[in-house]
C-alpha cells in the first residue's frame, strides 16, 4: 500500500465505525415493514444524518450517507487517465454482475461514483461491524492495487506488439 493512500484508508475507516451505529426502525407508512430509510426517495429529514465526505484528490472520493438503519457507501476509484476509466468500468461491472455474492454491495452505484455498497441494520446483527468495515477498507485496497497492476499489464503488452509490429519494418 502506498504511503499516500495510508491515511485516506485511515479516514475512511475511522468515518465508517462511526457511521455504522445503526438500530432497528420499522417503517413509518407500512406495518411490521423495514426497509432502508437511506434508499427511499420520500423519506423524512429527521432519519436522514449528514453524509460523510472524505477525499484523497478530485479521483478518489468516499461519500458515506447515513440514516438511522442503514449507510449507503459510495466509492469513486481513481481514474486519473483514459486507460483507468475503461479498466474501472470493466472490473466494477464484473464485480457489479457478482452482487448476490457480496451481501452488501449494491448492483447499480450512485451517479458519479464506482460502486456503492448498502449496509443495513440486519447486516450489522448479523455480521460484526468491525468485519465489515476491515472488508470495505481491504475491498478497496485490493481495487487500487488490481487496477494499477492492470495497468501495467496493459501497458506492458501494448509496448510489446506495438515492438513487434514496427520490428517487421526494420531491415
Request: hydrophobic letters at 35%; proline letters at 5%.
Given at each position: 500500500?502506498?504511503?499516500?493512500?495510508?491515511?485516506?484508508?485511515?479516514?475512511?475507516?475511522?468515518?465508517?465505525?462511526?457511521?455504522?451505529?445503526?438500530?432497528?426502525?420499522?417503517?413509518?407508512?407500512?406495518?411490521?415493514?423495514?426497509?432502508?430509510?437511506?434508499?427511499?426517495?420520500?423519506?423524512?429529514?429527521?432519519?436522514?444524518?449528514?453524509?460523510?465526505?472524505?477525499?484523497?484528490?478530485?479521483?478518489?472520493?468516499?461519500l458515506i450517507e447515513t440514516s438511522v438503519n442503514s449507510v449507503r457507501v459510495n466509492i469513486k476509484v481513481k481514474q486519473a487517465d483514459e486507460i483507468e476509466q475503461i479498466l474501472v468500468h470493466k472490473f466494477t461491472r464484473f464485480l457489479e454482475q457478482r452482487a448476490e455474492s457480496f451481501h452488501i454491495l449494491r448492483r447499480t452505484p450512485i451517479a458519479g461514483y464506482s460502486i456503492s455498497f448498502l449496509i443495513t441494520n440486519k447486516h450489522t446483527e448479523t455480521m460484526k461491524t468491525s468485519k465489515l468495515v476491515d472488508f470495505i477498507i481491504e475491498f478497496m485496497e485490493e481495487v487500487d492495487k488490481e487496477i494499477s497492476e492492470m495497468k501495467l499489464f496493459l501497458n506492458a503488452r501494448a509496448r510489446f506488439v506495438a515492438e513487434a509490429y514496427l520490428g517487421e519494418f526494420v531491415y
Open positions: 500500500m502506498s504511503q499516500s493512500l495510508r491515511p485516506y484508508l485511515t479516514a475512511v475507516r475511522y468515518s465508517l465505525e462511526a457511521a455504522l451505529t445503526l438500530s432497528n426502525f420499522s417503517s413509518q407508512e407500512v406495518e411490521r415493514h423495514n426497509r432502508p430509510e437511506i434508499e427511499v426517495g420520500n423519506t423524512s429529514a429527521e432519519l436522514l444524518l449528514q453524509p460523510m465526505h472524505v477525499s484523497r484528490n478530485e479521483n478518489e472520493q468516499v
